[in-house]
């Protein structure tokens, strides 16, 4: 139809464009071409606006079609949960399930923060009567306003982060983890499709410092320093009490004064959880650091009111010095500022401006790597079997857990995973390891096995066939 009428309207332009033979020009006929030019014209306009009319009717058909296929979908999982008794599956058959609904639980995700932010541009709070296109997003998805704000934020982010928002639709990203890249990426738009890579393979802990750290190098040192400022104007204490008598705490803290108290508290927990292996009644790690937070504060006030220098009946005995970590560039140390390319950070913290890390210089509870060289001179290091340079490194090299995927810094042991140690194993750095207690025990006693080295681990179970790799190529 459109393309019959647009030869009809070449057809009589051309006839109207041609003077009639043996007459000159009269205006009145040149007006009334003119007029029919125009009405010529307005046909062609209204084949074309007919067309996408119909392009349009397909494509809503294409939506509606979308919708309805969804609609079943989601009736079809309906269905499955409704009749689903985990008791009478296997192991494997429940990890598959896992597995499954997790994907479902992205995809869902997915599809809903595209959608929210159309919706958003429709103003849906106008016929709900909400003060916001986040309220009427919040009373929909039974979230908190300040969770549908993030997600409205992040559909209106994806058009321009382009390899997130591919990773988002194919389901394999959890919402924290497509959250905290999209907010890295927007500080840091050329590092997008690494931090996408990042958290398709990444652990959770090790991606989330790495979207710290390049939030961090995309800010000037000004801006730095007034981050820092702004968190140490809100830093901030408070304790109340539960129902059940239960006090709670919860505080803020400046980067260099929360490695301050973590690396204090850490100290302290290993020096309780040693005591109760040794009694042979073990607790929870975070049942003992609470033991640890009030044995500190009770040997604290003793120590200002009194003047006691030894410990107090009860305690653990004299604490060793908590040691706080800090990794900086000496060229950064020397200026300053660190500059393109340059770290200045505490370990298990993250960045902190080099000020900091300068300020904590006097201290005798600091280890300070330089990354330009080997400096053990301003490092304190303690151990007898491990040389002290050696040590240091290790520290250096493995922050967490080696295993893949665990991604832990609690209570690291120090494991000789190439020769074990009974079979004389050297002391060396590319014989060690660092492991969490969990990982060291089922290598030590369950069979399961480290191999590729540095940067390439492999955890294998104790029944994995491949040749384990010891590390030499």
């Known amino acids: 139809m459109?393309?019959?009428?647009?030869?009809?309207?070449?057809?009589?332009?051309?006839?109207?464009?041609?003077?009639?033979?043996?007459?000159?020009?009269?205006?009145?006929?040149?007006?009334?071409?003119?007029?029919?030019?125009?009405?010529?014209?307005?046909?062609?306009?209204?084949d074309q606006?007919?067309?996408?009319?119909?392009?349009?009717?397909?494509?809503q058909l294409d939506q509606l079609d979308q919708l309805d296929q969804l609609d079943r979908a989601i009736d079809t999982i309906a269905?499955?949960?409704?009749?689903?008794?985990?008791?009478?599956?296997?192991?494997?058959?429940?990890?598959?399930?896992?597995?499954?609904?997790?994907?479902?639980?992205?995809?869902?995700h997915a599809g809903k923060t595209l959608a929210a932010a159309r919706a958003a541009l429709a103003a849906p709070q106008t016929a709900s009567?909400?003060?916001?296109?986040?309220?009427?997003?919040?009373?929909?998805?039974?979230?908190?306003?300040?969770?549908?704000?993030?997600?409205?934020?992040?559909?209106?982010?994806?058009?321009?982060?382009?390899?997130?928002?591919?990773?988002?639709r194919s389901g394999r990203l959890s919402r924290s983890r497509v959250q905290a890249v999209s907010d890295a990426a927007l500080a840091n738009p050329d590092e997008e499709l690494t931090?996408?890579?990042?958290?398709?393979?990444?652990?959770?802990?090790?991606?989330?410092?790495?979207?710290?750290?390049?939030?961090?190098?995309?800010?000037?040192?000004d801006e730095a320093v007034r981050n820092y400022e702004l968190v140490r104007s809100s830093r901030y204490c408070r304790t109340w009490s539960d129902d059940d008598g239960a006090v709670r705490l919860e505080a803020r803290f400046t980067?260099?004064?929360?490695?301050?108290?973590?690396?204090?508290?850490?100290?302290?927990?290993?020096?309780?959880?040693?005591?109760?292996?040794?009694?042979?009644?073990?607790?929870?790690?975070?049942?003992?650091?609470?033991?640890?937070?009030?044995?500190?504060?009770?040997?604290?006030?003793?120590?200002?009111?009194d003047g006691a220098g030894g410990a107090r009946e009860g305690s653990t005995g004299p604490t060793p010095p908590a040691v706080v970590h800090v990794r900086v560039d000496v060229a950064a140390l020397r200026r300053g500022w660190a500059g393109d390319g340059e770290v200045c950070e505490i370990a298990g913290v993250g960045p902190v401006p080099v000020e900091s890390a300068r300020s904590l210089l006097g201290d005798a509870w600091l280890k300070l790597v330089i990354v330009d060289g080997v400096d053990v001179?301003?490092?304190?290091?303690?151990?007898?079997?491990?040389?002290?340079?050696?040590?240091t490194a290790l520290i250096e090299r493995d922050r967490t857990c080696v295993v893949p995927?665990?991604?832990?810094?609690?209570?690291?042991?120090?494991?000789?995973?190439?020769?074990?140690?009974?079979?004389?194993?050297p002391t060396s750095l590319a014989n060690l390891a660092r492991l969490c207690h969990h990982h060291h025990f089922l290598k030590t006693f369950r069979g399961f096995r480290l191999s590729g080295g540095p940067g390439r681990w492999v955890w294998h179970p104790p029944d994995d066939p491949i040749v384990v790799d010891d590390g030499d190529g």
């Open 49 to 59: 606006l007919d067309q996408l009319d119909q392009l349009d009717q397909l494509d």
């Open 405 to 425: 995927g665990c991604g832990s810094d609690l209570g690291l042991e120090i494991d000789h995973w190439r020769v074990p140690f009974a079979e004389g194993g």
């Open 195 to 221: 931090l996408v890579g990042a958290a398709v393979r990444d652990d959770h802990r090790s991606l989330r410092e790495r979207c710290r750290a390049t939030r961090a190098r995309s800010l000037t040192h």
């Open 79 to 108: 269905s499955i949960v409704a009749c689903l008794d985990a008791q009478r599956v296997d192991g494997r058959q429940a990890m598959r399930l896992v597995a499954s609904f997790t994907r479902c639980e992205h995809l869902g």
């Open 2 to 46: 459109a393309v019959r009428a647009g030869g009809a309207n070449q057809s009589a332009r051309s006839a109207a464009s041609q003077p009639t033979p043996g007459s000159g020009p009269r205006p009145l006929d040149q007006l009334d071409q003119l007029d029919q030019l125009d009405q010529l014209d307005q046909l062609d306009q209204l």
């Open 377 to 391: 001179a301003t490092v304190c290091h303690a151990g007898r079997t491990i040389p002290a340079p050696v040590r």
């Open 129 to 168: 009567g909400q003060r916001s296109a986040a309220h009427w997003l919040a009373e929909v998805t039974g979230e908190s306003v300040g969770d549908a704000v993030r997600t409205l934020e992040l559909g209106r982010r994806l058009p321009h982060q382009q390899a997130l928002d591919k990773a988002l």
């Open 255 to 305: 980067p260099d004064a929360g490695a301050v108290i973590r690396s204090a508290l850490e100290t302290r927990t290993k020096l309780l959880a040693d005591e109760a292996r040794r009694r042979g009644a073990p607790e929870r790690y975070e049942r003992l650091a609470a033991d640890a937070l009030v044995s500190m504060c009770r040997d604290g006030f003793t120590a200002t009111t």
